[in-house]
């Protein structure tokens, strides 16, 4: 039951940079892992990159120019965007996994449109 809203989205020059927000409406200690998939009109989610306790790890589009991190006592997860490419517009996703005794309950958030110009 833990709503996840994104923001930092918009339009950036190739090259350029942004940095995504995704703030929780409660604590997300609870939640086991946070990521962020982004998506394009067409085509399936893809996960870009995902954090479990103080371990990252990222899809291989976007390593070594996009972080992850999270801030518990901000309960918001960010996504640090650097060096943006006209191939990484999309809308960009926040997660979080939940663990329980007999399974995972996922969060999502609602979206936010990043585009990228030539």
């Known amino acids: 039951q833990l709503a996840l809203v994104e923001s930092g989205g918009g339009l950036v020059h190739n090259g350029g940079s942004l940095r995504l927000s995704c703030a929780a409406s409660g604590s997300i200690v609870r939640l086991y892992s946070m990521g962020w998939h982004r998506q394009v009109p067409g085509k399936q989610r893809q996960l870009l990159a995902l954090?479990?306790?103080?371990?990252?790890s990222y899809a291989d589009s976007v390593k070594g120019r996009f972080a992850i991190s999270r801030d518990n006592a901000k309960n918001t997860l960010y996504l640090q965007m650097n060096n943006l490419k006209p191939e990484d517009t999309a809308v960009y996703y926040c997660y979080g996994i939940e663990l329980r005794g007999a399974g995972v309950h996922e969060y999502w958030g609602q979206g936010t449109q990043v585009t990228v110009s030539s």
């Open positions: 954090i479990t306790g103080g371990t990252t």
